[in-house]
């Protein structure tokens, strides 16, 4: 009795594997945006001593060229950009030192009494009496 339920699971399981497999095939032949054959990057031919494949890279060997064309492109434009990056940082560097020197300019002259500074950041000449 055992042995009637295991082969029509068997050939339930049987069944819905080949009908994927003839869906996957169906799909692959019916599919429009598959690249025919005859449009393939690479061509495979069989020599006939052993069945040894042979590949013709002449379209891979192209792209290829055109991907390293394209990364020394890149390359180039990443040390621009660092080089840039350089630049600006020096610049950020040279601005704070300026801004560090103005501060300190500021704060003397308004130790000395030249000008005031207020709460808000304005600054003020006080007029002096004696003039």
Do not use: H, W
Not at 43 to 54: E, I
Not at 87 to 106: C, E
């Amino acid at each position: 009795m055992k042995r009637k339920p295991a082969l029509i699971a068997a050939f339930l399981t049987t069944l819905v594997i080949a009908i994927v497999m003839v869906l996957v095939g169906a799909n692959a032949l019916f599919n429009p945006n598959s690249i025919p054959v005859s449009a393939a990057p690479t061509t495979v031919a069989a020599s006939d001593t052993g069945g040894v494949v042979a590949v013709s890279a002449n379209t891979t060997t192209d792209q290829v060229q055109q991907l390293n064309a394209l990364i020394a492109q890149y390359q180039a434009r990443e040390q621009q950009y660092q080089q840039r990056e350089q630049q600006y940082q020096q610049q950020l560097n040279d601005a704070s030192s300026q801004v560090q020197q103005l501060t300190t300019v500021l704060q003397q002259l308004q130790r000395m009494g030249v000008i005031r500074i207020d709460q808000n950041g304005q600054i003020s000449v006080p007029r002096r009496l004696g003039d």
